[in-house]
């Protein structure tokens, strides 16, 4: 079975702080996709990262990085000098690439705030 | 180009009514997701369909609940005889293609929030 796991529901941080979301995900596939999606208040779902599972290379874009780590099944993102516009809802998500359809098994997400 | 498109971004409905949501992929999309995000089970998927059959039902949640896709594009969600758990947002997805070596992005759309009184 494939699962999803963001066990932190709800952070709140002030502006200019780092802040990392985690997520930890479960899967017997050997080739499978990770994902982090953010959902600001206007609700639509927008893509930040995909990353396959044959490349643990960290990722940075900007403010955003990644960590993923097959030893601990984890692929932590992490939002350097957070800024009020972070504030949303973060999913991550899994996605098995021969047996599932590219389904995306999302965890419960991260509702972020981050106040001025 | 245009992206995902759903319809009507909100539905209000009576408990045992029936109702249709529609979802319009990106042009040339072939692959289309139905997910429901609802307060209590997060986001959950529903449906895939590959151009116009579906592989993957095994996330609908009773069988008041369909989906067709024509003509490998614009598909329909169906919920018959709503119930008042059958309120969440749903949302629409839909990539490139999927198969084969690689992974193509799923592209999501504004969702649908249904309230079911």
């Known amino acids: 079975a494939q699962k999803v796991t963001q066990a932190q529901t709800e952070i709140s941080v002030v502006e200019k702080e780092d802040v990392t979301l985690d997520c930890v995900y479960e899967t017997r596939d050997t080739t499978y996709y990770l994902f982090w999606y953010k959902q600001p208040p206007s609700g639509e779902l927008v893509f930040l990262i995909r990353r396959n599972s044959f490349d643990e290379q960290n990722e940075i874009s900007g403010r955003y990085s990644w960590n993923f780590q097959k030893s601990t099944s984890s692929f932590n993102f992490t939002i350097t000098a957070s800024q009020v516009v972070d504030s949303a809802v973060y999913f991550c998500?899994?996605?098995?690439?021969?047996?599932?359809?590219?389904?995306?098994?999302f965890g419960q997400g991260t509702e972020l705030s981050v106040k001025p | 180009g245009a992206g995902v498109s759903q319809s009507p971004s909100n539905k209000v409905t009576e408990k045992g009514k029936d109702v249709e949501l529609r979802c319009d992929p990106i042009s040339g999309h072939t692959a289309l997701y139905w997910y429901r995000q609802s307060l209590g089970q997060g986001l959950e998927f529903l449906i895939y369909f590959q151009g116009n059959s579906a592989p993957d039902k095994s996330g609908l949640p009773s069988d008041r609940f369909s989906a067709e896709r024509t003509g490998g594009s614009v598909s329909t969600l169906t919920i018959q005889r709503t119930q008042q758990e059958d309120s969440a947002v749903y949302l629409c997805?839909?990539?490139?293609?999927?198969?084969?070596?690689?992974?193509?992005?799923?592209?999501f759309g504004p969702g649908t929030r249904l309230t079911v009184l």
């Open positions: 998500a899994l996605s098995g690439l021969y047996n599932q359809g590219g389904k995306l098994i």
């Open positions: 997805a839909s990539s490139l293609v999927w198969g084969g070596s690689s992974y193509n992005e799923q592209f």
